[in-house]
């Protein structure tokens, strides 16, 4: 049986005179199976001309690093004391971010690309056709390279999720006097050629496919480290007289630049709750088998995320009442209440479905919006309820990881005052995974009420902050003891600005008894005009911008109570603190009181 080994070697050989015969000789040898010892050899001879005697121009590391060229049997070192650019066809390297290339094919502090890539010469890629831009998209457009020039990731209007599939899509620059003719582009990631070829013959335009070069990487391929590189290549001969683009036809024009893909992982973890509607002679659930997979389906194509795991609850949670504001509120509780008495972790959330048998009063679902979504003691208000609605749900998901409305219509409410782009616009060209379709730069961001939405470049980011924050934590034993929490006795109260309230007491996760307190006015608790104990409260608003929750630990005296003083949510801003200086007196009578449910997580 014969077999073939193919190997490649590097060997650096560093002499001031020359010794002997100016030549290497390698020999590999193999110990066979049968006793023989068979061996091949080679033998390449070496210049000696530039040896002078200078001991101090013989740096054996140069000569390892540098590389050998060869034409036929015609070889010679190449790239010798150069860290980047170009000596004659070979590529010596590439400056990583936040450095250039010099003149001395150095690489020294800068940004841009300096003059040592100059030597990389764009002798057999297209002519007259350059790179304009490049987006890495994965649901979000992230600009990676415009106008030429590459975007290090610490600049970029996004960030890339490892373990996601990529689309990515390059702009092409036209000369004037471009031939119209069918044009090669070519990706390079890690070593894995992506290919596109396509007639060009108009300016390119990314409200098409067809308008730009494109590649579809699959997410296994998307990883930290990953570099790439793109090039534009002629299919035919015959071109070599139009003029070289103003913009290259290589990015990096030598080399590879950095992907910027982080480490670590963006998971959900999400529980569907199914909600019977039960209204005179209506009961109505929602199919859970078509809400589950859509759901998983819009969640991935609009979330940073590169892992979920979604299920449904198995028992549905029955609900009698209308859907007017307070009703939503008055469901909402529920929603907050079966999670505690689930035990559910404290990174998973939480959103009951319904199909309404009455009227919703133009109300289409409601979640909290805590101001620190990335603690862990935000686990309480990782709860959401809406109608079956792909854009009701990842709206209301998107209030729950902290995110505000954006303006756009003018009826949203206390909207995000940092969102970057005026009419609510996402601003950047998006990808839905699920069909391929191309979204508009002027499509209204999700957390808008304009309808028609996707996700920003500005909502990817963040969101992206509150996954990887979560994720710090998640599933960590010890994480409850740093952050100062514990599953102890606690009262909820949501105070609607109308005077409504509801109480209700339950064991979920709070602040240690004697740590730093809550973000407002304490709670008093009387009997009669006794005060027996006060407690730090913490407040959180609802995505309804009429309605606060707040919680407190439960006091040792709380049998006694017969009243709790707080601040009476009218006139309050969660936005600026101001809470209004009115206290209210609510009767114990009003609160429901949790069973003999004891819960500890794990």
Known sequence: MDAVSKSNYVVGICTPIALGEPSLTIEVSLEGSDGEEPSDSVTLPYSVASLDGNVTRCDAQDIAHAQLTCDGDDCEMACIEMECGCDGSAVCGSCGPGSICSSENL??????????????????????????????????????????????????????????????????????????????????????????????????????????????????????????????????????????????????????????????????????????????????????????????????????????????????????????????????????QLRAADNAAPNTFYYGVLVPCSATSGIAGIGYAPGNPTAMGAAPYRTGVGIVSNFTFVHEFGHNHGRRHVACSGGEASPEPNYPHPGGIVNHWGWDLRDDSIKTPSQPDFMSYCGNEWISDWGWDTTFDVLVGIESWAGDASAMARAELE????????????????????????????????????????????????????????????????????PDAFDSVTSIDHVAARGISMHTLGYAPARVRTPRASISIAGEVKLALP
């Open 107 to 336: 690489c020294v502090p800068g940004t841009g690309h300096g003059p040592g890539e100059e030597s990389c010469v764009q002798v057999e890629g297209a002519r007259g056709i350059g790179i304009d831009e490049i987006h890495a998209n994965q649901g979000v457009g992230i600009v990676i390279a415009t106008g030429g020039d590459l975007v290090e990731p610490g600049a970029r209007n996004g960030t890339l999720v490892g373990d996601r599939p990529l689309t990515v899509r390059a702009a092409w620059h036209l000369e004037p006097g471009f031939v119209e003719r069918e044009i090669l582009a070519v990706l390079e990631l890690d070593g894995v050629r992506y290919e596109d070829q396509r007639p060009v013959a108009e300016a390119s335009d990314f409200s098409r496919w067809e308008g730009s070069f494109n590649w579809e990487v699959p997410g296994a391929a998307v990883l930290p480290g990953s570099t790439y590189s793109v090039s534009l290549f002629e299919v035919e001969s015959g071109h070599s007289g139009e003029a070289v683009s103003s913009l290259p036809n290589r990015l990096p024009r030598s080399g590879v630049a950095e992907l910027g893909v982080p480490t670590g992982r963006t998971r959900v973890d999400l529980t569907l709750v199914p909600v019977t509607h039960s209204v005179g002679s209506c009961s109505s659930t929602p199919e859970m088998g078509s809400v589950l997979a859509a759901y998983e389906d819009v969640l991935y194509a609009t979330y940073p995320i590169n892992e979920m795991e979604v299920r449904t609850r198995e028992q549905p949670l029955v609900y009698g009442g209308d859907l007017s504001g307070n009703g939503w509120v008055s469901l909402l509780s529920q929603i907050s």
């Open 487 to 554: 599953v102890a006795d606690v009262l909820v109260g949501i105070l609607q600005d109308d005077g409504e309230e509801i109480w209700w007491t339950e064991r979920s996760l709070i602040g240690i008894e004697g740590g730093s307190g809550g973000n407002g006015p304490d709670l008093g608790f009387f009997a009669g005009d006794i005060l027996l104990d006060s407690q730090a409260a913490e407040y959180v608003e609802l995505s309804d911008d009429h309605s606060v929750i707040v919680r407190s630990r439960l």
